[in-house]
C-alpha cells in the first residue's frame, strides 16, 4: 500500500423519485438563483425537466434556463453559459442531464468566477473558485457525478482536453436509477464501456501487489458485465439500473486508485483524440482503443492480464482475456476497430498527433510518443 489521500466531498442522494429533494436543498443551502443546465431533448420529453423546474418554483428558488449541451460538450456552448451566468449573477449551478451536461455545468462553474476565456484553466491554469455545483443524473457513465472532472472540447483547435479540481466536486448529486431507464441501448453500452475503462486503467498500469485494490476492480468490472447484461434485455430493470449506476459512480470518484502508488490514463488520452475529431461517443471510442492498447501493454506487463483473464473471465493467458473483452464488446453493440467508426488507417498519424498534445500535458509523453500512440492504434485496425 502506497501513501495516500482520500477525500471525496460528494454528497449522494440515490433513489426513486429523489429528484424532488432538489429544491428544499438548494433553499437549505442558502442558494436563491440557479442556472439551470440540460441537454437537448431527454430531460423535455421524460417530463424530468418541467418536473425541476416546478420543485424549484415551488420552493421560492428562481432559476435562468441553460440548455443545448451537446454530447462531447463544446467549448463555444460553454463560453455562452458562463456569460449567462455572469450576467444573472447565479449562485450555483444545477445540471440536470449526463456526463455532458455535467462537465459543462461543472467548466461553467469555474468560469462564472474567473476573469478571461474559461479555456484557460483546460490548458493547465490553476483554479481558484467555482460556484456550488449541483447535479440530477440521467446517465450512469462518467462519474462526473462524484469527482473534480470536467471535459470539453475545443472545436477551434480539436483538443478534447480536460479541468481537475477539488472545486469542482458537486456538492450534492441526485442518482435515481429510474430516471436512466430511458437511455437507449448503444448509450448504455457505451457507459459500461466507460465505466471499465476508468478502473482498468490504474488496474494494469499501477505497480504489482495491493490485492484490494484489484479486487475492488475486478468486482467493479464483474457487476458492470453483469448488470449491462440483463439492462440490454430488460431497459427497465430498476435493480439492474441501479447496481449498474452505482458501479458506474464508484469506478471513477477516486476510490479504486487510492494507495496503488503511479498510475496513467493512456487509453482515455487516445481516446479523447478520437471523440474530439470524429465526434463518436467517448465509450465506442474506448472500445477500439481499450483492446489495441491492452494487447499493446500486455507484452511488456503480461501478469497482471493473466490475472485479469482469469478473475474476469476464467479464461487462461492475457491473450485469451483480452479477447474476452473484446468479445463482450462486440456482443454488446460497441465498435472494435477504427473501421468500425468509419474511420480509415489513413488517419492514424494525424490521430496520434493529436493525442500526442494531451500526452504532453498529462506528462505521459516520455513513454506515449506520437510513434507508440500510432503503434497501439494500428493494433486498432
Ligand atoms: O442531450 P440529451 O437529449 O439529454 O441526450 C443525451 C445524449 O444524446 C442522452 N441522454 C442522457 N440521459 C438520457 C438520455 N437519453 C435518454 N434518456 C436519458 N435518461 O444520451 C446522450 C449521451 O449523453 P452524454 O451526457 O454525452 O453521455 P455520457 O454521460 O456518457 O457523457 C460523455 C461525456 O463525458 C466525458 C466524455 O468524454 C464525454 O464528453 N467524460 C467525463 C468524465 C468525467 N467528468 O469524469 C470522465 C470520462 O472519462 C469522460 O471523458
Ligand atoms: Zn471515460
Not at 440548455?67 to 456569460?83: A, D, I, M
Not at 483547435?157 to 431507464?181: E, F, G, H, M
Not at 466507460?194 to 484490494?212: M, Q, S
Request: hydrophobic share 45%; proline share 4%.
Amino acid at each position: 500500500m502506497y501513501d495516500f489521500e482520500f477525500h471525496n466531498p460528494t454528497r449522494i442522494i440515490f433513489g426513486r423519485g429523489k429528484e424532488e429533494s432538489i429544491g428544499p436543498l438548494l433553499k437549505d443551502a442558502g442558494l436563491a438563483k440557479v442556472l439551470l443546465v440540460y441537454g437537448s431533448q431527454s430531460v423535455k420529453k421524460s417530463g424530468l425537466l418541467d418536473r425541476v423546474k416546478d420543485n424549484l418554483g415551488r420552493r421560492g428558488v428562481s432559476y435562468v434556463e441553460f440548455g443545448g449541451v451537446v454530447s462531447n460538450p463544446v467549448l463555444s456552448h460553454t463560453r455562452k453559459g458562463v456569460e449567462l451566468a455572469k450576467a444573472e449573477k447565479v449562485d450555483a449551478v444545477l445540471a440536470v442531464g449526463g456526463g455532458s451536461v455535467l462537465d459543462e455545468a461543472k467548466a461553467i462553474a469555474v468560469g462564472a468566477l474567473a476573469e478571461g476565456d474559461i479555456w484557460q484553466f483546460f490548458t493547465g491554469k490553476e483554479i481558484r473558485a467555482a460556484l456550488p455545483i449541483y447535479t440530477i443524473l440521467t446517465l450512469a457513465a462518467t462519474g462526473s457525478e462524484m469527482n473534480g472532472n470536467s471535459v470539453v472540447t475545443n472545436e477551434e483547435t480539436r483538443q478534447k482536453y480536460n479541468i481537475a479540481s477539488p472545486l469542482v466536486y458537486p456538492k450534492v448529486s441526485i442518482l435515481n436509477p429510474q430516471l436512466t431507464c430511458t437511455v437507449p441501448a448503444d448509450y448504455s453500452t457505451y457507459g459500461a464501456v466507460d465505466a471499465i475503462a476508468h478502473v482498468i486503467e490504474a488496474y494494469f498500469t499501477k505497480k504489482p501487489g495491493t490485492r484490494l485494490q484489484d479486487r475492488l476492480v475486478e468486482s467493479i468490472i464483474k457487476t458492470v458485465i453483469a448488470s449491462h447484461n440483463v439492462i440490454l434485455k430488460e431497459p427497465d430493470n430498476y435493480e439492474a439500473r441501479a447496481e449498474f449506476m452505482w458501479t458506474a459512480t464508484l469506478a471513477l470518484n477516486g476510490l479504486t486508485p487510492t494507495g496503488v502508488g503511479d498510475c496513467s490514463f493512456p487509453n482515455h488520452m487516445i481516446e479523447h483524440s478520437l471523440s474530439a475529431l470524429y465526434n463518436i461517443a467517448h465509450g465506442a471510442g474506448l472500445a477500439i482503443v481499450m483492446p489495441a492498447w491492452m494487447r499493446w501493454y500486455s507484452r511488456q506487463h503480461p501478469a497482471q492480464f493473466e490475472r485479469f483473464a482469469d478473475r474476469i473471465f476464467g479464461v487462461q493467458g492475457a491473450e485469451a482475456g483480452i479477447a474476452a473483452l473484446e468479445k463482450w464488446f462486440q456482443e454488446i453493440g460497441a465498435p472494435i476497430r477504427l473501421q468500425d467508426a468509419g474511420i480509415g488507417a489513413d488517419d492514424i498519424e494525424m490521430i496520434a498527433d493529436n493525442a500526442a498534445g494531451l500526452a504532453k500535458l498529462w506528462g505521459i509523453d516520455a513513454v506515449y510518443s506520437k510513434g507508440v500512440i500510432a503503434d497501439v492504434l494500428r493494433l486498432a485496425t
